[in-house]
């Protein structure tokens, strides 16, 4: 199977399930991005992966991220419009005052109930991590989202966010499970 073909097919399943085709992709590379903090950043052996935990984030990515996202960008193209460089500016500006805060916060209180932590220790964790995955929230992604709604169009918008997420989702995974593996 050629790349043009593999292109096709994505292209005729985003346009007939553009939900679940982004949901696909943003759990398999959020799960990835997971994978990867344990082999590359933690040194885990392959064999001593813990898988549950890759499928926690993989599986926030499945039923949340994806599908949010996806929404998302379909509310900012209906609101602040689909093209010009002030409508990407205007775009920025909502999606990390709005998204981009509120999304990190979910993904940390669901990571903490997935991982059956107490409210207290959720609250002690997001207290510790929140600001600083913000903080560097706001070094990486305006730039990306610049580029990605000035120049994408909105079917694959998903998809750039997500394979550039790749390297996010490593650092969220490394960041949300640092304290777990001290311990």
Known sequence: MSARHILQLYQKYLHKHPYLVQAIQ?????????????????KKSVKNVDLVRT????????????????AWYGFLNKYIGSKGKTVALKKVFVDQAVFAPSFLLFVLVTLGVMQGKSFEHIEKDIQSNYLDILKTNYYVWPFIQIVNFYY?????????????????????????NRNELTQ
């Open 26 to 42: 943003t759990g398999a590379l959020m799960g990835a991005g997971d994978y990867i903090s344990q082999t590359l950043v933690e």
């Open 55 to 70: 499928l926690r984030f993989s599986s926030i990515g499945f039923f949340a991220g994806g599908p949010a996202l996806r």
């Open 152 to 176: 994408i169009p909105l079917q694959y918008q998903v998809l750039i966010v997500q394979t550039v997420a790749l390297f996010w989702n490593t650092y969220l995974a490394w960041k949300t």
